[in-house]
């Protein structure tokens, strides 16, 4: 399942809770376009801000519509207890697959960080994705902690911020990690320099609503046309813009509400919706680059 | 409730769960030394790594072991409606303020961060005291933020990193805030300099083990004897370069268990105890400076 292009929807929510038909929503939007995996309760997600019980619900309706697509499903929490109980959630809602970040309250030792992920993996019956994002979490992967903890069984990808890909790490880490462990990039703007660095899979904010627009990327990549990969993301340009400017999250929200698919204001709190001038904007960049 | 010594304990924990009769041995020495407040889940009582189920439970121990003794329990969460609801169980388990951190995944506006103590201050019948705490959790408080925090209803006081509290910002804190607000100083190699800058409150880590010693220092700070309080807290210098080394939930949880007041290993993972090198330092430490 870790191959091509991985989509990361937004979890809707209103004043009242989870949006369960905007969330139905956007998931139809994804299992139409036939992307290659689904990857809920990430960043994109929202993982951070609901409740258990919310995640649970979010888990159950995404198994109920992934449409035979697999499943992977967000597991972040500080603490190692906490993590095992969304981990059973999760694969009792029928995750093929749980992403798990390193979050940071008290600095950790790698020791505590290697003994988290092995203690998580024991207790799953599902592969896992190490997901390695420093800008949220403060947590930096050294190399040598990434191979230790993409070495043991169950884990089966990681998720590289693309900004850190550079081509001699890139080399570096596809000679330290398992053959049979699948690099991913996330952080769209930089998802060219993974793909044609050689990732086997994009973790695609913007695919997890204009899943079209990515697949053409993953396409060219499969097809390793890397200057048409590069070209398509440079096309992006002004939505990844918008990105650095307002936080990816913020602006799918609003895009979400642009598409009819969710409320504007569908974040939940303490993240608060764009004003109306930037939800303009954001409309005005859709149409400029046909985003629907 | 906002002044003199606030005790932070540390939440002991077994592999089982939370370690009751540990937590209890641990408050009993904190009302019998009589502490002018506690401060229940906060950074050393691991608030982070614990379910909402185990935060329940130690609120309401730590209700039912207050002695009478004015108490504080912390509520932080990345997201409001976690927040809400540990905030509806520390109310009921008894609490007599709640202690609310930003926990940042997402960065965030200050106009979210403010939105997100209104709503807590809102909803919550018992006073807040803000805790400011950029070394946990990435994000700064600017002064001009504090002091729309602090004006919110509710608000009785703010915990302040003693490492920030040069004499300039304390001063320009004392002028932006309202007066009624107490000025906290945490990190306890830094306690005397808040404590001789005005600070009318100690939230201390060795106070949550250590009162007799901690309240030497706080009673110095009332007699207006600012040489003694340095002095005490440099004699002190061997705990804090343990803390500087390890971390001092670390230390303070190995120093729980030579007391025998719970196991050696009593953290909630991912945090591991030390090796038993360290805890021979902690051990020296502690009978060097009659820290019993």
Known sequence: MFTGLSAFPLTPVTAAGIDEQGLVNILARLTEAGVDSLGVLGSTGSFAYLTRTQK?????LAAQHAGGIPLMIGVGAYGTEQILQLADDA?????????LPVLCYQPLTDDEVFAQYETVTRHSSVP???????RTTGFEFSDELLARVAALPGVQSVKMPGVRLEPARMQRLREILPAEVAIGVSG????????NGGCEVWYSVCGGLFPHCARQIVDAARAEDSGRVSELIARLEPLWQLFRR?????????????????????????LQPLSSEACGDIAAVMTQLELR
């Open 128 to 134: 896992l994705c190490v997901y390695n994002n420093p």
């Open 91 to 99: 694969q009792t809602a029928g995750a093929d697959a749980l992403l």
């Open 56 to 60: 649970k619900r979010v888990a159950e």
């Open 188 to 195: 769209d703007e930089f998802a060219g320099r993974g793909l």
């Open 246 to 270: 307002h936080g990816s999250i913020r602006v799918m929200a609003a895009a979400a509400g642009i598409l009819g698919l969710s409320d504007i204001d569908c974040l939940p709190r303490p």
